[in-house]
C-alpha cells in the first residue's frame, strides 16, 4: 500500500442496495411531507373555509369538498373510526350470499369498496352502486373505480332522497358518515327502505352522535358532551343530533349496535362520539336494549376465572340434566353453561355480576357460531391465535355485545402470549410457574404435567423438593413453613384478586379450624395422588402448561361436544346474563340451580333471602346443588328450612379426593319438595 495513508483516506463506493435504500428513505419520507401537506389542507377546509350560503345542498357540498376532495381518503382514514366494524359487521352477515346488490348511499370517493373488500369477495355482488351528490368526489370515486378495476362498481352522481338501483331492490345500502350530512333524513331513509330487500337486505348506518337527554342506556351522554359536540358539528352543517337514529330505530328492526369514541387527527385529548347500527326490515325478532353493566367495587378490571372451577363430571349424577330443564347457573369461565347445553338442557340462564366473565363466555358462544373447530380449539384449547386479531374483527365482533366488544377490543393481545395466563387466576398461574423455575423443580414441574400413568405422576410429584421437605419437615419447622406460604401466597389480597375468594369464605375457611396452607396442601396433594392430569385432570393440566390438550380439555373443546353446540344445536339453549344472581333467580322458575360456592361469599340475611327465592322458583323435585369451602356451610339449613330435602354427597375430611378439582370442603344437593297446598 506504499507508504500508507491513501488507502484509508479512500471512499468506499456505495453498492446499488445502498443507493436503492437511500432512495427509499427519501421516497417515504417526501410522501410523509405529502401527507401532513394534505392533511392540513383538509384542516383548513374544515376549520376556516366558510360555508355557501345556499340552499341548494349539492352546492354546499361541492364548496366545502371541492379543494380537499383528492385528500379526502387519507385523513378520513384517521377520523371515520366507524366505518370499518360497520362494513365487517354488514359483511359477517351476508358471507354466503351470491349476486347481492349493495347502494353505498353518500359513499364519496368510494373508499367503503375498497374497504368491504377485506371482509367479503367483492364477486358476491352482482352490481355495487356508490351513490353521491358531490361531483368532486364523484370524481375520485370514478378514478378509483379504473384503477382497482372494479367490473361491478357504478358510480352515481344522485341525491340519495330520490335514487333507486335499476334493479329496484338491494341487499345492503349503507350509510357511512352521510346521514348526518343529509337534511331531508327522514326523506333518505324512506327512499332506502323502499327498496330493501324485505327478507335478506340490511341497512348499515355509522356516523357521529350525540344522545338526547333520556337515550338508550349505552347512547346516554351528559349535557356538557351533548352540547359540545353538537355545537362542534353544527359549524359545518353536521347535524349529529339523536333524531336520525331514533328515526331508525321507529323505521326498522334493530339487529347490532355499537356506540364508542374516537380520536381526531392533530387535537390531543379530544375523542369525537361515533355509533354504528345495523337493522332490517321489521320482524318479529330485535335487538333488546342492553344495559351499561359495571363491575362490582373491588372487583378486578379483568375475569378472575378462566375456566370453571367446578368438576362437571361430579355434577351429572346429582343434578341428572333432560331436554325438559331450565337451569340457571353462575358463568365463572362459561365452560360448565356450555357443558349443560352439551348435556341437553332446553334453556341456560348462565349469569355473572362480573361483566368480564360474561364478555368471556359471550366470545366462546360467538366463536362456536362464526368459526370452525381449529379455530374455537387455537382460541381457547391453546389459548393462542396467530390471526386472532383479523377473526376478532372480521367475524366476531359484528355478533358481540357493545360491552364485551369493547371489553375484548383491548384486550386481543391476551391470543398472543397466552389467554390462560391473564386474569386473576392466569396471573397466579404464570407466577407460581415462574417461581418454580426459580426454585429449580422446572424440569419436575412438567414431568408431573406429562406423566403417562397415574402412577409415574406421583413418583414425579414426590421427586418436587418442596413436597419432600414438607414430608420430613419437624413440626416447628413446618408450622414456620405454614405461616411464610399463607403469607405470601394465601393472604386476603391474593386470595381475593388471584384466586376469587371473598372475605366471607376465607372465614369459613378458618371457622372450621383449618389453616390456609393446610387448605391448599390438601387440595393439591388429593390431586396429585388421586388424578392423573395428563389424561383426565383437564383443570390442573392446563394451570401447569398454560393450555388444554386435545384429548384433556372441557367437553365445548372436544368434536363431539363442538357438533353438539353448532350443529345440533344446543348453543341456542345458551342465554347469559349481565347481573346479579337473586334478580335473575327471581325472574322465572328453574328446574336445576347450579349455585357453585355463590352462597359463601354472602352473610346470614343475603343466604336467607336466596333460600327463599329458591323455595318460590325451583319447581317441585327441582335439584339445586353447591360447593362450600366449609365442611358445613350454615346456610343449608336455611334451604333445608325453605323446603328442600337436603343432603351432603362429599367432605373433604372424609375422603382422599373430592373430585378433579378438589378445591372445596364439600359438596351438597337439595330437592324442592311438592309444596303443600
Known amino acids: 500500500m506504499g507508504k500508507g495513508g491513501d488507502a484509508s483516506r479512500m471512499q468506499r463506493t456505495p453498492s446499488v442496495m445502498e443507493r436503492l435504500n437511500s432512495l427509499q428513505l427519501k421516497f417515504e419520507a417526501r410522501q410523509k411531507l405529502q401527507g401532513l401537506k394534505n392533511d392540513m389542507l383538509v384542516l383548513k377546509n374544515i376549520w376556516f373555509k366558510k360555508l355557501q350560503d345556499t340552499d341548494d345542498h349539492a352546492e354546499r357540498l361541492e364548496g366545502f369538498y371541492s379543494g380537499q376532495a383528492h385528500a379526502y381518503d387519507s385523513f378520513r382514514s384517521k377520523f371515520l373510526w366507524g366505518r370499518r366494524p360497520m362494513l365487517a359487521a354488514c359483511a359477517a352477515r351476508l358471507r354466503n350470499q351470491e349476486n347481492m346488490v349493495w347502494v353505498d348511499l353518500g359513499g364519496g370517493t368510494g373508499e367503503n369498496v375498497a374497504m368491504m373488500s377485506h371482509y367479503i369477495d367483492l364477486s358476491r355482488f352482482k352490481q355495487i352502486y356508490?351513490?353521491?351528490?358531490?361531483?368532486?368526489?364523484?370524481?375520485?370515486?370514478?378514478?378509483?373505480?379504473?384503477?382497482?378495476?372494479?367490473?361491478n362498481v357504478t358510480v352515481v352522481e344522485a341525491d340519495a332522497c330520490q335514487w333507486a338501483p335499476p334493479e329496484g331492490c338491494a341487499t345492503l345500502v349503507t350509510f357511512s358518515y352521510s346521514l348526518s350530512m343529509i337534511p331531508p333524513f327522514h326523506a333518505a331513509v324512506d327512499r332506502a327502505i323502499s327498496y330493501l330487500d324485505r327478507e335478506e337486505g340490511l341497512l348499515g348506518v355509522c356516523d357521529f352522535f350525540t344522545s338526547s337527554k333520556y337515550d338508550l342506556p349505552l347512547r346516554q351522554m351528559s349535557w356538557a358532551r351533548r352540547f359540545f359536540w353538537r355545537s362542534v358539528f353544527d359549524t359545518d352543517?353536521?347535524?349529529?343530533?339523536?333524531?336520525?337514529?331514533?328515526?331508525?330505530?321507529?323505521?326498522?328492526?334493530?339487529?347490532?349496535e355499537f356506540n364508542d369514541e374516537g380520536s381526531i387527527p392533530y387535537v390531543p385529548y379530544l375523542r369525537a362520539p361515533y355509533y354504528v347500527w345495523i337493522g332490517r326490515i321489521p320482524k318479529l325478532e330485535t335487538l333488546l336494549v342492553e344495559n351499561k353493566v359495571e363491575a362490582p367495587a373491588f372487583f378486578p378490571p379483568s375475569f378472575l376465572y378462566t375456566q370453571s372451577w367446578e368438576d362437571p363430571r361430579a355434577d351429572e349424577p346429582h343434578l341428572q340434566i333432560n331436554e325438559n330443564d331450565v337451569c340457571l347457573t353462575l358463568t365463572s369461565g362459561g365452560c360448565n353453561s356450555l357443558h349443560l347445553c352439551i348435556n341437553g338442557a332446553r334453556k341456560v340462564y348462565s349469569v355473572d355480576c362480573n361483566p368480564a366473565q360474561s364478555a368471556l363466555l359471550e366470545l366462546k358462544q360467538v366463536a362456536i357460531r362464526q368459526l370452525d373447530h381449529e379455530d374455537v380449539w387455537a382460541l381457547f384449547g391453546e389459548g393462542k391465535h396467530p390471526r386472532a386479531a383479523q377473526l376478532f374483527e372480521r367475524d366476531l365482533a359484528p355478533f358481540l355485545s357493545q360491552s364485551a366488544l369493547r371489553f375484548w377490543r383491548a384486550r386481543l393481545h391476551y391470543f398472543s402470549d397466552g389467554l390462560y395466563y391473564h386474569g386473576g387466576m392466569g396471573k397466579v398461574v404464570r407466577v407460581v410457574q415462574t417461581l418454580a423455575q426459580w426454585l429449580g423443580m422446572g424440569r419436575q414441574w412438567r414431568a408431573v404435567a406429562t406423566a403417562p400413568s397415574l402412577q409415574a405422576q406421583r413418583e414425579a410429584f414426590e421427586q418436587l423438593w418442596v413436597v419432600r421437605l414438607l414430608r420430613v419437615a419437624p413440626p416447628l419447622l413446618l408450622s414456620l413453613i405454614a405461616d411464610f406460604a399463607a403469607l405470601l401466597f394465601f393472604n386476603r389480597i391474593t386470595l381475593w384478586f388471584g384466586g376469587g375468594i371473598p372475605l366471607k369464605q376465607y372465614q369459613l375457611i378458618l371457622r372450621d379450624g383449618v389453616h390456609m396452607s393446610a387448605y391448599a396442601a390438601r387440595t393439591f396433594d388429593g390431586v396429585a395422588q388421586a388424578t392423573h392430569l395428563r389424561r383426565d385432570n383437564y383443570f390442573y393440566y392446563n394451570c401447569l402448561t398454560g393450555k388444554f390438550a386435545r384429548d384433556n380439555c372441557p367437553a365445548y373443546l372436544t368434536p363431539g361436544g363442538f357438533r353438539k353446540l353448532k350443529e345440533e344445536g344446543g348453543l341456542e339453549a345458551l342465554t347469559i346474563v349481565n347481573g346479579f344472581f337473586l334478580p335473575t333467580l327471581r325472574a322465572r322458575q328453574y328446574t336445576k340451580v347450579i349455585l357453585m360456592d355463590h352462597l359463601d361469599w354472602l352473610d346470614d340475611k343475603a343466604t336467607k333471602e336466596v333460600a327463599a327465592a329458591l323455595a318460590k322458583q325451583v319447581a317441585p323435585g327441582g335439584r339445586v346443588i353447591w360447593r362450600s369451602a366449609a365442611f358445613v356451610p350454615p346456610y343449608a339449613a336455611f334451604i333445608r328450612d325453605a323446603g328442600f330435602d337436603v343432603k351432603c354427597i362429599q367432605r373433604a375430611d372424609q375422603v382422599e379426593c373430592m373430585d378433579r378439582v378438589n378445591m372445596y370442603a364439600s359438596f351438597w344437593v337439595a330437592i324442592r319438595k311438592a309444596k303443600k297446598h
Open 130 to 151: 356508490v351513490v353521491d351528490l358531490c361531483k368532486s368526489l364523484c370524481q375520485q370515486a370514478r378514478l378509483k373505480v379504473r384503477e382497482q378495476g372494479w367490473s
Open 237 to 256: 352543517n353536521i347535524d349529529i343530533g339523536p333524531e336520525r337514529r331514533h328515526y331508525l330505530d321507529h323505521q326498522l328492526s334493530r339487529v347490532w
